[in-house]
């Protein structure tokens, strides 16, 4: 029997921040292109060899991936843990006890301030995996997950 739960999806504004990531990446990838591309233009190579790859790969960068990105990711917290799922290809789903967790952290970098979301990190003990986070929460969710679960450890018996 299957008993893993529904997981809920994160805050919609989560797709917009990953599509600020990706056009940053893009323009890194896109100045990397131009450089390759008047390096190119003094061997006497054809234009736009290293440009169209740039802008294809960029636009699917912007795009394409953080769509997909976002429909992948996934959490769901009961009283006993928290469990955390992302991935298409290389699939990962993380189970945390709610009785394992150290310490918790509510973090908000420059573009998820902007877009209105937050991001929940857990952290265990231990050094393979011992931090866990759930992204693009709102900031009232991301505040309710946190209180949520320091209730959680503070009526834990351990």
């Known amino acids: 029997m299957d008993d893993t739960p529904v997981l809920g999806t994160l805050d919609r504004r989560f797709l917009n921040v990953l599509r600020w990531r990706g056009a940053i990446k893009a323009l890194v990838l896109l100045a990397v292109g131009g450089v390759g591309e008047l390096i190119l233009a003094d061997q006497g190579v054809q234009n736009g060899l290293a440009v169209v790859p740039a802008l294809v790969l960029g636009a699917w960068l912007t795009f394409v991936a953080p769509a997909r990105k976002f429909a992948h990711w996934g959490f769901a917290l009961d009283d006993r843990e928290l469990q955390v799922a992302h991935g298409w290809l290389m699939r990962v789903h993380t189970v945390v006890p709610i009785g394992r967790v150290q310490h918790i952290d509510l973090s908000q970098g420059p573009i998820e301030r902007?877009?209105?979301v937050a991001t929940v990190v857990l952290h265990?003990?231990?050094?393979?995996n011992s931090r866990v986070a759930v992204p693009g929460l709102s900031r009232a969710a991301a505040e309710g997950v946190r209180d949520r679960i320091r209730a959680a450890i503070g009526a834990s018996p351990w």
Do not use: R
């Open 124 to 128: 265990t003990a231990g050094t393979d």
């Open 114 to 116: 902007a877009c209105g």
